[in-house]
């Protein structure tokens, strides 16, 4: 964990240049989208530099957090610059985090899952603090079901994983059944490559 850190904090002065292009023409539109359906008290996973700040609704209490301070005082500065009071920023490290059970109304995550060294076990801390009946929102790139579609992410995997750490080719839709969530709606975005998950907590 403290090496990935590390990699996000050394490319956090490039990172939204990095994400530039792709952000504009297809990301910002899924954001959008994903959160739309943030309610309540919402925990952000990986904040990174911020960039959902801008669409939560304006009646939603957030916790961003990160474990990376590089990105965080992007996000930070981020905040400022949008005058919003009602998010907080925390430095933490998601597979620990320091929140007591069923503690929040939705769970957002947003290109998170594919980088996280144990994302079985971020999962898993992120039923423990949602409420029952609460929703997790998860805005991911994963693994496609398609091997044709499959073999450019095999490609990029490598230089990927030496930058950032990032995987290309996680099975997240499975890892986040497999930690006790239960799906109510997959849209698929990007093929079926960016997906977004809706689930819950029974």
Not at 152 to 162: D, G, H, S
Not at 189 to 202: C, E, G, M, N, W
Request: hydrophobic letters at 40%; proline letters at 3%; a positive charge.
């Amino acid at each position: 964990m403290a090496e990935t850190a590390k990699k996000y904090d050394r490319f956090s002065k490039f990172y939204d240049l990095f994400e530039a292009l792709i952000e504009s023409k297809a990301f910002s539109k899924y954001r959008k989208k994903a959160l739309s359906l943030a309610k309540g008290k919402v925990l952000e996973i990986g904040v990174g530099t911020g960039k959902n700040l801008p669409y939560y609704p304006k009646d939603v209490e957030v916790i961003g957090i990160d474990f990376s301070k590089g990105m965080l005082e992007k996000a930070k500065k981020r905040r400022k610059e949008l005058g919003l009071k009602n998010v907080r920023l925390l430095l933490m490290d998601a597979q620990n985090l320091e929140f007591d059970d069923n503690s929040f109304d939705t769970i957002m995550s947003t290109f998170v899952f594919c980088t996280v060294p144990d994302p079985l076990k971020e999962l898993r801390e992120a039923y423990r603090v949602l409420k029952p009946g609460g929703k997790a929102i998860f805005l991911e790139h994963m693994k496609s079901e398609s091997k044709l579609l499959n073999i450019p992410l095999y490609l990029m995997e490598p230089f990927m994983r030496a930058m950032l750490g990032t995987s290309m080719v996680r099975e997240t839709q499975k890892n986040i059944e497999k930690a006790g969530f239960k799906i109510e709606k997959v849209k698929n975005l990007f093929f079926d490559i960016v997906r977004l998950i809706i689930a819950t907590k029974s």
